[in-house]
Structures are given as C-alpha cells and as structure tokens.
C-alpha cells in the first residue's frame, strides 16, 4: 500500500497551490482528482469537439484579479512553467438602454474622460470612488495573504504603502467610526453617496454584487472593490485560457516531485484513533498518510468523508455546526459558452471591436440588478428581463478560436432549486434540459437587443445547469465559492470559527479551497495560506525562523524604495 507525507483530495488550483508549496519543503505529495482532468472550476476545455472543433471555453473561471494581490505566481515561478497573463487595457462596457454607456479603462482618468461625455460630476466622484476602494484594497490584501487566526503573519505583511492606506482610512476617532460605518452599509448605499447617473450605478451595482450577494445587501460595501481591482492590480487572463493556469501549477507539482492521479474519487477518509490514516477511493483503493487536505467544502468533507462517530469523537457538536450554521444561499450559475461566427456588435452604442476586450455587462438599471440576485434566493428564475456578465475571451486571445471566429462566455445567475419545482429534475432541483435551453433562449434574445447579429452568428452552444454544474466539479448547490462569501462566513469565521485557520479538531485533517480564506476566486491564497498552517504546525520553529528572514527583507525593501 503506498504511503505519502500528503494526500490532498481534489486537484483544483487551490490544492495544486499548496501541494507545491509542501513540496518545496521537502513534503511527498499525492493529488487525487475525481475528474479526467485537473482543475477544477479553472480549466479550459474543448466542450463542442464535434459541432465546432477549434473552439476552447472556460466553463467556469474566466477573469483574474484576486491572484494578482498575492505573490503565489511569482513564489513557484509559474512563468517558468508557461504561464503568460494577458492584461486587460479595456475592463468593463455596459450599455444603456439609452444609448449611453459606461466604458472602462484600466486607466482610472481615461475611464473618467468616457464618464465626462455624460456627467462630469460623476466622472469627478468615480476617481474619488476608486481611489477610496483602492486604499481598501491595500488595507486588506495583508489579511488575505496570511491564515485567518495568524495576526503575527498579518502584521508582518503590511509595508509602508499598505500602512500609509490603513492610516488614511483610519485617522482621528470619527474617521474610524465613518469607515467602519461604510463597511456595514451595502454597495449600493454606497454607490448612491457617489453618483447620480443609472448608466454609471447599474454595471457598478453587477460589478459589486458578483460576491454573489443583492447589492443592496447591508455589511456586503466591501463589494465595491470588484469594480477597484479592475484598475488595480488590473484583470488578465491566462494565454490559452483558465487552463493555462492549471496547466503550468501542474508542470510545477510534477517538477517538484509530486504525483496526481485523476479519475480517482475519494469516498472516505481513513481515521484511527482520532489522527488521519490515508484515504479510500469509491474503488476500494487505498493511500496511506498521517495527513490530509481538503479542497472540497466542509460540509461535503464532514457529512460524506469522514465517518460521523469519527467525527463526533473529535467534536460532537461539530456535524451539527456544519450542517446548520453554515450557511448557503440559493444563487447559483447557469453557465452559457457559444461558439460563434463573428464578433456581436453594438449597433447602437457607437460600436468598437475593443469592446469586447474586457467584461460586457448587461446591467439596464439597479432594479433589474436587485432582481438578477433577489429572485434566485426565492426560487425564482430573473427572466423577464435578464441581467448578466458575458466575455468574449477569444478578442483578448485569439488562440481560443480559429481564425476570424469566437467563443462567448455568458454567466446568468439562477436558482439552484426552483421554487414549486420540487422532486423533479436533476436531483429534485426542477432544472431539465427543456428548462436550461427555454433560459438560454431568453438569456440569447436579451444581449441580441443589444448586438442585433449575434443570434446568426452562433455555431454551437454548450449549457451547463446549476445542478450540472455541482456534479462536474463538486460543489454544494452548484455554488462555486462553496459557501456565501457574506461578513459573516468571510475571514475567521470561514466556514466555522473552528475550522477557520484551515485545521479541524481531527489531527492530520486539513481544509482548503473556496470554503475557506480568503474565499472564493481565482487567487491560490487559500492553498498558499494552508500550506503555511501545515509547515507552522509540523516545523514550528523552523518556519517561525524562514517566516521572520522574509519579513525582514520585505520591510528592508520597502524602506529602501522609499529613501
């Protein structure tokens, strides 16, 4: 039976990411992925081989930000391992029923120039806007890269710049206490203080509510900053698609030593004694190890892997905890890739091929925003008048395409199960294949409104329904942060007090993944962050010393930049 230091269940981007970093020092590694092929929610795929051959999607992930506030790339030197990230100059263009639009740069003043045609005062507050959004960002990007519970770790990756940010924010008394006001108010609260004009609101609105939460949602302002980031560190992609990126973490695991197996489904992990023994696959295979990592969500890990007087042994309120204090809501994705023809244009919003460079919102107004996320939580489908995020990644790079032809990326936000829809469907959710095509149809019609050639300019499409979509890649209610990313399940408190700071009351058992901090998105940090808990634990003094060499090079080189 063969044994390893690790075993990590899944092979997403977050489970790559820490099983390099265990590498590195020195660990020996077992990935175990139930799909074909690594990934997760950040592959690249040929999903219509026959129908359109050529054409590659990404059937989930497609703009990365997160990543770019941590230092994962350049840690495990990931260019060297093929990785080219392809920024976007062009961010956001959202048309108005109008005939206005807001049309963003990753230039703060040229995106303000293209808010002057319509509302020089908006233009004015939206560099105000950004440049407030920003200094939060700096604020909490040394949050992200550490463990929850590591204040230690917190501290030392703040520099003079991210210090100069928090001290802005925070100065006199009242200072402080408008801040901390701001942050329980919601987006749109905060989006209404700034701005008067509905064509700059709405897309700022979708932007913000991409957390998966109504912008109206109170303690949820820090959703701005999706509208932020997009300026900096800015928003790229992977040359070749998502799957750039997992293809170059799994040429670094695989440089360094580790294996993955795929088409390898985990049906149990193995406890004795209260300490993790290795792992069971649904073919009756097993691994041996004192230590296991999860990607997979905590309910997942605790109601199906674990065996329940295993772990009601190590905590007996913790199956309870897990399955009622978690919470998830009922938004989920239904996920639209095209093959198409030629490029949709906007024929009465003053088109421009650079368009579609970055992200199309279709966002006509804040109510029917409201709507797109409000509704889904009730059970109901937004489709009266629907709202969504659509990228044609193949502008930015054509390799995804032949020659003159594109792939269109739409996400439509729905519900998981449908109300009055119960028992039938894919797993009781109401969602057939009827159902998904009728929406899609709809969802088609809306953004042809807007770009009147589209409709005959598909090929071939590919439609992936909630409950789809929480099959192929394993997560509950087809959520793909694995559980709401709101205040109250972010930071310390994700997923669970206890189980925050990626250890659980089982000794060798570990959490990573979206479930866990700093959340849901393409960033690794939740793998980063883990492999820093498991190194602390095992090698305490040993990594306390690495830990204190790196603080004192990166203060040294802040203050060197600024003398």
Not at 18 to 32: E, R
Not at 333 to 348: H, T, V
Request: some cysteine.
């Amino acid at each position: 039976m063969q044994s390893y230091d690790a075993i990590l269940i899944g092979a997403g981007h977050n489970a790559l990411v820490c099983a390099a970093y265990l590498l590195k020092a020195g660990y020996s590694v077992l990935l175990l992925e139930k799909n074909s092929i690594p990934g997760g929610a950040a592959t690249t795929e040929e999903l219509l081989p026959e129908e359109a051959p050529g054409f590659k999607f990404n059937p989930c992930a497609i703009d990365h930000l997160f990543i770019h506030l941590g230092s994962v790339v350049q840690e495990l030197e990931l260019e060297k391992y093929g990785l080219e990230y392809l920024f976007c100059d062009q961010v956001v263009f959202c048309p108005h029923p109008d005939g206005k639009y807001f049309f963003a740069h990753r230039s703060v003043e040229k995106t303000c120039a293209e808010i002057a045609r319509y509302s020089p005062r908006d233009a004015q507050k939206y560099g105000e806007f950004i440049d407030f959004w920003q200094r939060v960002i700096g604020m909490l990007t040394p949050t992200f890269n550490a463990p929850p519970k590591s204040i230690v770790d917190m501290a030392g990756n703040y520099d003079m710049s991210k210090i100069k940010d928090l001290f802005s924010l925070m100065g006199s008394a009242d200072e402080t206490l408008d801040f901390i006001r701001t942050m329980f108010t919601s987006p749109l609260d905060v989006i209404n203080e700034y701005f008067d004009s509905e064509f700059l609101k709405a897309p700022l609105a979708r932007l913000a509510a991409e957390l998966s939460t109504p912008p109206s949602q109170k303690n949820m302002a820090v959703g701005s900053i999706m509208m932020a980031m997009r300026h900096n560190p800015g928003m790229a992609r992977p040359k070749g698609g998502t799957g750039a990126l997992t293809q170059a973490l799994v040429r670094c695991v695989q440089d360094l030593g580790g294996e993955i197996r795929t088409e390898q489904q985990v049906k149990q992990v193995l406890i004795d004694d209260g300490k993790v023994v290795g792992v069971k696959l649904a073919n009756a295979q097993e691994y041996r190890s004192t230590m296991v990592v999860s990607s997979l969500d905590a309910q997942r890990l605790f109601l199906q892997l674990v065996d329940e007087r295993d772990v009601d042994a190590a905590d007996s309120q913790l199956r309870e905890r897990v399955t009622r204090r978690i919470t998830n809501h009922n938004e989920a994705i239904l996920k639209i890739d095209c093959a198409l023809s030629e490029l949709p244009r906007f024929e009465s919003h003053n088109h421009q091929d650079q368009y579609w460079i970055g992200s199309v919102l279709i966002a006509d107004s804040v109510a029917q925003v409201e709507l797109a996320h409000t509704d889904p939580n009730i059970g109901r489908i937004p489709i009266e008048d629907p709202s969504m995020y659509v990228v044609i990644p193949s502008m930015r790079d054509p390799s995804l395409a032949p020659e003159g032809k594109h792939t269109l990326w739409i996400e439509y936000f729905v519900p998981y199960q449908i109300a009055g829809a119960e028992g039938t469907g894919l797993n009781g959710t109401g969602w057939t294949e009827e159902l998904k095509n009728q929406i899609s149809d709809r969802v088609l019609d809306k953004l042809a409104d807007y770009t009147p050639n589209l409709k005959s300019s598909i090929i071939a499409r590919h439609i992936e329904s909630p409950p789809e979509l929480e099959r192929r890649i394993g997560v509950s209610k087809g959520n793909y942060y694995h559980l709401d990313m709101t205040f109250d399940q972010m930071m310390f408190f994700r997923p669970l007090p206890e189980l925050a700071n990626y250890k659980t009351p089982i000794e060798g058992l570990f959490l990573t993944g979206a479930g866990t901090h700093p959340g849901g998105s393409i960033s690794g940090l939740p793998g980063r962050n883990c492999a820093r808990i498991i190194l602390q634990t095992q090698h305490p003094l040993t990594q306390a010393l690495s830990d204190t060499g790196d603080k004192v090079k990166s203060v040294a080189k802040s203050l060197f930049r600024r003398s």
